[in-house]
């Protein structure tokens, strides 16, 4: 039986008034204090920050996609290289995914779009098959078939070597039936067990696997998705998959599976993480989120910012021309303190790489001191009010 | 007559064997040691590092192009917001140009090309008049015809507000005849004129002004220029224009140019700045180098390397995917102390951002620790010794 001695999750306080709730989360990298944000790491980097300047942007915990280092550089080098802490330059707490996001939305068109219910073309079919044993594809780096399956998943995370794991399971995408859903929840079920048995074979403790809920927007199949990672010895659980194509549907997704889940593990919400989600599924139990926007937006000329109506500003936008200000001083970092609002609408109007480079830091700062925000609103009762001045008129 | 009384050069050391000298440079915003070297931050940012990664890689001193500046986001724009050090973040010791070398380089095809005595098309001419008044060009950025002339040069680099400031000149092309290059050289010197009226008009003491040695290839010519520039109160001397189109024409340049300028001054080489171009021209009396060389190979991939031949290595070589080394551990900082060859191999190949990110930082601070280590072999008189440790089998 697996039972993470070098791990632990201990809940320290809980909102009366929702499920909201303040936790410690240990692993044989750190601590972290939950609620809390997992910076992505896609390819073994933030784009466009090293280690040193996310620590300056005090974060605490980042991830590394499983899907993009098995095929570039490969786990065997990364595993030679001394592991992907090592290899990254990130000591502290790191999660991995399972790579089968990636693998079922170049199946199933770009799940991204899929997930939260946008139909698009399904432009990037290099999913050649699924079955039982698990999914074929082609690599986008040299076009060879490769075999994900939940066992060579779960040896390719081990040699990674992250602290915390994701299972296999099958991404069904919203526009799948309700009987094409409920069939790829109950392999996602069998895999889940496969992966776990492949996990405990080579388990030196150093690691530990969250179990996947499915079952997309079906209350029914969330349940039983949710009671069979609860059954199991997961470290934590994650909800995953379709999660509906509205902010309406992905509430529900999350209200239907968390009642079911184990109360006492830490629950992650996979790649989900505007700031009005983040105080909606705080609320619902959520312990600790992903989303690439923070660099994205980054690259886009946006900034999140406190208090500014749809979260963010874009510094493109011709009235920061002329405006002196710095874009956030509370932040207390460099790349907000140091620099006005006009100079990095003249980087962003120049083309220079520098703009999007101070972005990044600026919005990583600013949802870490959102999380931290978040962390002490919960212990003084005081959520809603953060999230009127986090969010304004948007509330 | 100016004066610069916030400004100093002092020569604290001559190398008996060659005209190699140590000094220090004294502005309104610090002192450096000569030699140095002037990192490009083109349009106002170093690309790819902030102010604060540039002093953790020890740099002393930066520099931003007028041309850039005045299109985007314009020299009004930047006294508004306090002068350049303040909108770009960096308060040591700043260099401005003059506008003249990006304006003729459009119009004689690339300066860059010309300088070096490569023949390449011209492919890009917007520069559309050149006259005794000044140069007409049209802006990439709107297409709109501006006229520059030593006035304004001089008006918006006072209103950039560097330290050092370059006066008007037009930089002639290789391929030029001797008689356009005579005249031209003649023309650049009443521009140096006038240029140092319109700055005596306006100078409140904060900034110093150099005179340019033009002249092309030919040894009469770069004699009348520099002797001109020492006959007039330049704070420091250039050395611009065509270089040649070899090594040895680019050597016969400055050994025609140095005994006719001004002793006391600190000298400039505009835009040379490979290791072995800094060691041979330290040896004839260069104090300060600038070139975008660190950069721009950094976005190549390749990194400057202390005994490398040919002074670089490219990462993207297949040699580095399983090199766990550093690259280069002495040099102390983080983008060398703490990431593997194989890491950066791995984000090159990946296209992430921050391989360029990590060599840019990595190039700067090389560099930077060439200068050190050039300074302090000057003093012990141990030059060459240190010429073969840096380009080992290159000498």
Request: hydrophobic residues 35%; glycine residues 10%.
């Amino acid at each position: 039986m697996l039972t993470y001695p070098r791990f632990n999750f201990k809940i320290t306080h809980r909102d009366p008034g929702s499920r909201a709730r303040l936790g410690t989360l240990v692993t044989p990298h750190g601590t972290i204090e939950t609620p809390n944000y997992i910076f992505c790491g896609t390819k073994a980097a933030i784009k466009g920050l090293s280690p040193a300047q996310m620590r300056e942007a005090r974060t605490d915990i980042v991830l590394s996609n499983t899907y993009h280092l098995m095929l570039q550089p490969g786990a065997d080098l990364v595993e030679r290289m001394g592991g992907l802490h090592k290899f990254m330059g990130w000591d502290g707490p790191l999660l991995t995914d399972s790579g089968g996001f990636q693998v079922f939305s170049m199946g199933h068109g770009q799940v991204a779009n899929e997930v939260k219910g946008r139909n698009k073309s399904h432009e990037n079919k290099s999913l050649l098959e699924i079955s039982e044993e698990g999914a074929v594809f082609r690599a986008y780096t040299d076009n060879r078939k490769i075999l994900l399956t939940p066992e060579n998943s779960m040896e390719i995370q081990r040699k990674l070597g992250a602290d915390l794991l994701m299972q296999f399971d099958e991404c069904t995408p919203y526009h799948a039936t309700y009987d094409y859903t409920a069939r790829s929840m109950e392999m996602s079920i069998r895999w889940g067990d496969r992966c776990l048995a492949e996990f405990e074979r080579h388990d030196n403790g150093a690691q530990g696997v969250y179990g996947i809920v499915q079952g997309g927007v079906h209350a029914d199949l969330r349940a039983v998705s949710a009671t069979y990672t609860a059954d199991r010895p997961f470290f934590g659980t994650a909800i995953g998959g379709c999660l509906g194509g509205t902010d309406e549907e992905m509430r529900g997704v999350v209200e239907h599976s968390v009642p079911h889940i184990h109360p006492d593990r830490p629950v992650h919400f996979l790649g989900i993480g505007r700031i009005r989600d983040v105080f909606t599924f705080v609320r619902l139990g959520i312990d600790t989120f992903d989303c690439v926007i923070p660099t994205r937006l980054a690259r886009h000329g946006t900034a999140f910012l406190k208090g500014a109506p749809g979260e963010t500003i874009n510094l493109k936008n011709a009235c920061y021309r002329n405006d002196p200000d710095p874009l956030d001083p509370e932040n207390l970092i460099p790349a907000s303190a140091g620099f006005s609002k006009a100079y990095i609408h003249h980087l962003l109007k120049a083309g220079e790489i520098l703009g999007p480079q101070i972005l990044a830091q600026h919005n990583v700062a600013t949802i870490n001191r959102l999380m931290r925000e978040i962390r002490t609103a919960i212990r003084a009762g005081t959520l809603a009010d953060l999230e009127r001045e986090w969010l304004g008129s948007g509330v």
